[in-house]
């Protein structure tokens, strides 16, 4: 019988872990990987720090050199993106036309960038999910330059430090009346909002946009409330969605994809892993996404060992890290069910920790020039007794 072996289906993180593992364990059967995009797989957290500042090179963010793909036997099929999956052939069939067929399935295609749809179509508008969106965004960076950002969630604020670090003047849009508040709350919220303001940056919160004026180019967005504000340059960053149109009439929900801890789903043969997946959440019983680099990493693994017939573990909380004007931020757990939460330090000083709780009991942190309290952050929350019965609101 053919060995049609495994097939990865995007060039993100959690493919590349699921490829690593899947040799690593001592699978040796056919492995493909199709990415979308013509860059072997590379790290996404720079682009909107090291690279988009110019301090790191593009060939740095690979996160394997050519060579290793042919010595463990991965076929890299860049440039090519999945259109459709029949899960009756167990056959993928990408934007070449070529089927692909498998035994075993990894959807990882990852998120795409939310749009605002009066924004389309003007060339100095960008998003940042890829390197050759930082490479346009980065031409325009230039000192003196006035750049409109709209969305104050973490790859704006991101972009805004680095383009501050650029000398370029910079406006922060958002429509809540805090930064992320829906996740950490209207005072930390808040904190983050006035992080920016001492930096330089001008940040409308409370702003709706109502327009562009401009042809080729954006040339002045245009505020709700009739203030008008001129630009060189948009940012928009104003969320994902999973980039799983692809699977639609496959049975696998596009919302995000529905799998178990250790990433299989509905579907013989197909799991899921990473932005484009939603996993079983053992601690509050539910299925949701977790955009976030440790995660993905996780499931990809996770996902390689449970097609090889092995127990990956509990999966662990997720977390992330953020670096603003010289600052590392780092955050694990589940802050959005929180009721409640305890500030540690001193946020003036930009040198605190805070720790959420939900009936008392620890369920995510934030530490804020404390790198070395995130594991006791972790360990605490990990330690705690989860409210199994509690319902809490599914993550969309």
Not at 95 to 117: D, N
Not at 244 to 254: F, H, I, P, V
Request: aromatic share 6%; glycine share 12%.
């Amino acid at each position: 019988m053919e060995d049609r072996g495994v097939l990865i289906v995007g060039g993100g993180l959690a493919a590349q872990r699921c490829a690593e593992t899947l040799r690593r364990r001592g699978y040796d059967g056919p492995l493909r990987m199709a990415c979308a995009e013509p860059e072997p797989p590379y790290d996404r957290p720079p682009l909107s720090k090291e690279l988009l500042a110019g301090a790191l090179a593009e060939e740095e963010l690979a996160y394997r050199p050519a060579w290793w793909y042919e010595e463990k036997g991965v076929e890299l099929l860049l440039g090519e993106r999945a259109e459709a999956l029949d899960p009756a052939t167990r056959t993928v069939r990408l934007s070449t036309g070529a089927e692909l067929p498998y035994e075993k399935l990894l959807i990882a295609t990852g998120s795409a960038a939310r749009g605002l749809p009066f924004l389309q179509g003007f060339d100095n508008v960008h998003v940042l999910r890829t390197v050759a969106d930082a490479r346009l965004l980065r031409e325009q960076l230039v000192p003196g330059a006035r750049l409109a950002i709209v969305g104050a969630g973490f790859i704006g604020q991101e972009v805004a430090a680095t383009a501050r670090r650029l000398d370029v003047e910079v406006t922060m849009i958002e429509a809540l009346e805090v930064p992320l508040e829906p996740i950490l709350g209207h005072e930390l919220g808040g904190w983050f909002a006035e992080l920016h303001l001492e930096e330089g940056v001008r940040v409308r919160t409370g702003a709706m946009l109502d327009g562009a004026r401009g042809e080729d180019r954006v040339e002045e967005l245009v505020l709700a409330d009739g203030q008008k504000l001129a630009c060189d340059a948009v940012v928009v960053g104003v969320g994902t969605a999973p980039a799983t149109a692809w699977l639609e009439g496959s049975g696998l929900d596009g919302a995000g994809v529905r799998t178990d801890t250790s990433g299989r789903t509905s579907l013989p043969g197909v799991f899921a892993a990473g932005d484009a997946s939603a996993p079983f959440d053992p601690r509050f019983g539910v299925h949701a996404r977790t955009e976030h680099w440790d995660a993905a990493a996780w499931q990809g693994a996770a996902a390689a060992r449970a097609m090889l017939g092995e127990y990956p573990g509990t999966p662990p909380l997720p977390s992330f890290w953020s670096d603003q004007y010289g600052l590392r931020i780092q955050y694990v757990g589940h802050a959005h069910h929180a009721d409640s939460v305890a500030i540690e330090g001193s946020p003036a000083e930009r040198d605190f920790e805070a720790l959420f709780s939900r009936g008392g009991v620890p369920v995510a942190g934030l530490a804020v020039g404390r790198p070395r309290a995130i594991p006791v952050l972790r360990k605490r929350i990990d330690e705690g007794r989860w409210p199994a019965k509690t319902k809490v609101k599914e993550a969309a």
